[in-house]
């Protein structure tokens, strides 16, 4: 009889009951390895935490007063800016700080503190699962213990290895050191806002008191504030004050809840009345401004906290050229008369296609005024506007540069009409150039070189103002702007960077960039490191702006910025503004690798009085050297004076040929071709310069119609020295200088614009 099994199954009986004869055992599942496996990993990563825990070094507590400033570069990284830093230090001992204080403390951060080793299991595991998800491993609720080694003991990265080292690190410490101890290191390291850092230079800073004189209420509102200074502190206002009043009322709350304080008590705790004035320190002299910015930029946008900022050792490089901002602060100084010590500038000037600010003048002493001529205030854009307009026209597909207009003045346009108006001229739609000059029929660059209000109404009835208005808002424009026929003749409040951006817009062939201050940050510890990355984005077409470009050229060849053109000797485009009855004056202009705005005004700049009456102490009519100040005086001086500074050493480069979009473009009728003073410009053909009006004063009188001012064009060519003349009479204006304009203006004066 056979042996041989009868079936597979019988035979896989056999072989399993039969041991192998290879020597090798049965085979082990899947399951068991696996389990196996995970012991392995389990005891090797004990023996990696045990390692762990014996290398790490817990530092020093005192290394904290050691705190490193923060100090700021110039572009080049080596030259100092300034430093700030705000380290006020004052250690006590715990049994200075009154039970109640330290008990309002524990309530809000960690009420087991005497009871855990120095950890939080639930929140290490939120902070792990965030850190997988993506995120960084900042969630969590830490421990007292935790947060003390965190903030002081180690670098502000947010990884899982700096939090691992925390997590170390505090169990060390709470089993080297005594509750008491970690909690006394943790009141007087802790950072409160207001540069306080520790619980007694805190209880000065907030109530002007020793820490141990300190109520429940008022360590309630301390204990609120180390989460966040810039959130909780009243002085910065209504906000923070309603949030510090929460987060107060929360802690006491939790101190009944846990038996430190009887409902007659908390009843008895109200929030504080009153607080220490308290205003942070401020850097000295012009480049106080730009540390602001730095300041500024540095929480906004590179997302540093008040409290990682405030610990020091940040080595920050900025944008701003050394040799550049010394440019501007002796253009500045050497131009503004020693006599009229009341005549405001602000100056910025901008890298085309990056956005990087190389220079800014907001001012002489931030320590003394810290309102920025440069990124506070606003004025009236005068003529610089109407670039504008021009772009908005050329993206309508109605216009071509080449097109020819008729320059006469006065002319009347439906659109332009004010039935409010309280002078005939106002209602029935009249504009009118600078000095009523006529010119004949010119085109679009020579009505730019001459600033001709009359051509210029007419374009942007054709782009209509909204577009005009968008145009400006895509070169770079951030202030709020009217949307009205006389918007063209810069009736709009703009502030100095804001030009200089949308100026270096067009220097960048039509690539609009955000403007930066901060190009790197990095931590003397290694770790934080920030590199800028320029933000930009394509406004316009480049030839568009090839067209635009070509027409502001004319301006500084043989235009109203002629003063720059004799004197830069490269190529160079811009434009003039000055507001009627000189309440603001411009010159803003660029070259391909560089991009500056210069604004005017005196005193506060206000037009009107709080009684309605015109402030004419602020207008710019009586300045030693110059009579009235207009675009094409002081600030083409103080231009030309910095960019030639600025441009020295520089690739002389020439901008695009013009385009000529638009060839077949046949603008369509817009206006009453009449013009009633029969001045069509007898000056050859319009192309003629005007007369400087500070040796020819304007000849019109006629009143205005609203107290808005209206910007007045620039002569083409000014007197190296110009003499004072008679002011013109022209409209009081409306205050236009510290904040935009929030409604549009009623009506216009079209007759002294440019």
Request: hydrophobic letters at 30%; a positive charge.
């Amino acid at each position: 009889m056979s042996n041989a099994p009868r079936s597979r199954a019988e035979a896989r009986r056999l072989n399993e009951a039969t041991p192998a004869r290879s020597g090798k055992g049965p085979r082990r599942s899947w399951p068991r390895r696996i389990l196996y496996t995970l012991i392995a990993l389990f005891l090797l990563g004990l023996a990696g935490v045990g390692v762990a825990y014996t290398m790490v070094k817990v530092p020093k507590p005192n290394d904290l007063a050691v705190a490193q400033t923060n100090i700021i570069y110039f572009a080049d990284g080596k030259t100092e800016m300034g430093r700030f830093s705000e380290q006020n230090r004052e250690p006590v001992e715990l049994k200075q700080v009154p039970k109640h204080v330290q008990q309002a403390m524990l309530a809000a951060e960690d009420h087991n503190f005497y009871e855990n080793n120095g950890i939080s299991p639930t929140g290490i595991a939120r902070a792990v699962w965030v850190a997988v998800k993506g995120g960084e491993a900042t969630q969590g609720g830490s421990t007292i213990t935790q947060q003390y080694v965190k903030n002081y003991f180690l670098s502000q990265d947010r990884t899982l290895s700096r939090k691992a080292r925390e997590i170390l690190i505090s169990v060390k410490i709470d089993g080297q050191q005594s509750k008491d101890e970690i909690l006394e290191n943790y009141f007087n390291t802790i950072y409160y806002g207001r540069g306080a850092y520790g619980i007694q230079t805190a209880s000065k800073a907030y109530f002007g008191k020793d820490v141990s004189k300190l109520t429940a209420a008022e360590g309630a509102f301390l204990a609120s504030a180390i989460r966040g200074p810039s959130f909780y502190d009243p002085r910065l206002g209504a906000e923070q004050t309603k949030n510090a009043q929460t987060r107060s009322g929360y802690i006491l709350d939790a101190m009944v809840q846990q038996g430190w304080l009887t409902p007659q008590q908390r009843a008895e705790a109200t929030f504080p009345k009153k607080f220490q004035k308290y205003s942070p320190p401020t850097a000295g002299g012009a480049n106080g401004y730009v540390i602001q910015n730095v300041k500024e930029e540095l929480a906004k946008k590179v997302k540093l906290t008040e409290a990682e900022t405030s610990r020091g050792g940040l080595r920050i490089v900025t944008t701003i050229d050394a040799k550049k901002q010394k440019a501007a602060q002796d253009a500045v100084k050497e131009r503004i008369p020693a006599k009229a010590p009341d005549l405001k500038v602000g100056l910025t000037s901008i890298k085309p296609g990056d956005g990087a600010v190389e220079a800014l003048y907001g001012g002489a002493d931030y320590a003394k005024n810290q309102f920025s001529t440069a990124t506070d205030a606003t004025m009236q854009a005068g003529s610089t506007f109407k670039v504008f307009a021009l772009i908005a026209a050329l993206q309508s597909g109605d216009v071509s540069i080449r097109n020819t207009f008729a320059g006469a003045s006065p002319q009347y346009f439906d659109e332009f009409e004010n039935p409010g108006g309280k002078t005939e001229f106002n209602r029935r739609g009249g504009v009118r150039n600078f000095d009523n000059n006529g010119f004949g029929r010119i085109t679009v660059a020579t009505a730019t070189a001459s600033s001709v209000n009359t051509v210029y109404a007419r374009l942007n009835i054709i782009a209509g103002p909204k577009n005009t208005a968008a145009a400006a808002k895509q070169a770079g424009i951030t202030t709020k702007l009217d949307v009205n026929y006389a918007n063209v003749l810069g009736t709009d409040n703009v502030r100095v960077i804001d030009m200089a951006n949308a100026y270096a817009t067009l220097a960048a062939k039509g690539i609009k960039a955000t403007p930066y201050y901060v190009k790197s940050v990095k931590a003397t510890d290694d770790s934080f490191d920030y590199k800028a990355k320029p933000q930009t984005s394509r406004a316009f077409p480049a030839d568009l702006v090839s067209d635009v470009v070509y027409c502001m050229e004319q301006v500084i060849e043989r235009g109203s910025g002629d003063y720059a053109g004799e004197r830069l000797n490269r190529p160079a485009a811009g434009k003039t503004g000055t507001s009627s009855d000189n309440y603001s004056a411009w010159f803003d202009g660029f070259t391909p690798q560089l991009a500056t705005a210069v604004g005017m005004y005196k005193g506060d700049g206000t037009a009107v009085k709080p009684d309605g009456t015109p402030n004419t102490t602020n207008q710019m009519d009586d300045v030693p050297g110059y009579g009235f100040i207009t675009g094409s005086t002081i600030p083409v001086r103080i231009w030309t004076d910095y960019m030639r500074t600025a441009t020295d050493g520089m690739e002389r480069q020439r901008f695009p040929e013009p385009a000529y979009i638009n060839r077949d473009a046949a603008p369509k009728q817009t206006q009453r071709p009449e013009n009633t003073s029969g001045n069509t410009g007898g000056n050859t053909g319009g192309t003629t310069q005007r007369p400087d009006p500070t040796t020819q004063a304007p000849s019109s009188t006629t009143p205005p119609s609203t107290p808005t001012p209206t910007p007045t064009p620039e002569p083409p060519k000014p007197q190296p020295t110009p003499t004072k003349t008679p002011k013109p009479t022209k409209s009081p204006g409306r205050p236009t200088i510290p904040l935009p304009t929030t409604t549009p203006p009623p009506a216009v004066n079209n007759e002294q614009t440019g």
